[in-house]
């Protein structure tokens, strides 16, 4: 069965963001992401129901091409996905994922000041995450969407800081762009995510 796209989970455009970015965003580059994850799953079906897999090595096969296009289209979908849903919030940080963060960092404008250098030093994405094999809060940083991730962290607040996000409204100001997301963020469902997450 084919991923579907999900649809943007507010009815108006989040403050600091256009409605022309936010379209190209969701509606081109994520749903372009969608169909690749689906074209590739399709294409895997008969290399792994007896297909010829004969040629499989590490330097190229159409196995290795696919299942690297694999996790870059998936991770290109999944973290769309959670960073449209942080997004069209007041901005407010409240709830067990605050307090949690005032732990680790000593207050709440410390953590944003951090979770905001870490977004001026990353090439695609800085993800708050939490690593069910520490039992900790994270922030990772991810160059490209299928580089950076770690296994079994599990993101809670997702910022794209690739171009694309901001370059329409921002111009090359990435510092303003990451002002904006921070004061507009969901601390609602970043709350339930952290919730799910950290009883699991």
């Not at 171009?163 to 090359?172: I, K, T, V």
Request: charged share 20%; hydrophobic share 40%; aromatic share 12%.
């Amino acid at each position: 069965m084919n991923y579907q796209p999900k649809q943007l989970p507010f009815s108006q455009t989040p403050p600091g963001i256009s409605e022309k970015t936010l379209t190209i965003h969701h509606d081109k580059l994520y749903v372009g992401y969608v169909n690749k994850k689906n074209e590739i799953e399709t294409k895997l079906i008969p290399l792994q129901t007896g297909g010829d897999v004969s040629s499989a090595n590490q330097s190229y096969s159409e196995l290795r091409a696919l299942k690297d296009g694999e996790t870059f289209a998936a991770n290109g979908v999944y973290l769309h996905e959670w960073y449209f849903d942080v997004l069209g919030g007041d901005g407010v940080p409240t709830g067990a994922l605050a307090d949690a963060l005032v732990a680790i960092h000593g207050s709440i404008e410390n953590f944003l000041g951090y979770f905001a250098a870490c977004g001026m030093a990353a090439r695609g994405w800085s993800v708050l995450a939490f690593d069910t094999r520490d039992q900790q809060l994270k922030v990772f940083n991810c160059d490209a969407h299928n580089q950076g991730g770690v296994w079994g962290a599990i993101p809670l607040i997702v910022l794209d800081v690739y171009e694309h996000a901001y370059f329409l409204d921002y111009g090359s100001d990435r510092k303003a762009y990451i002002e904006a997301f921070l004061k507009q963020l969901n601390w609602t469902k970043a709350n339930e995510l952290y919730a799910a997450v950290s009883r699991a």
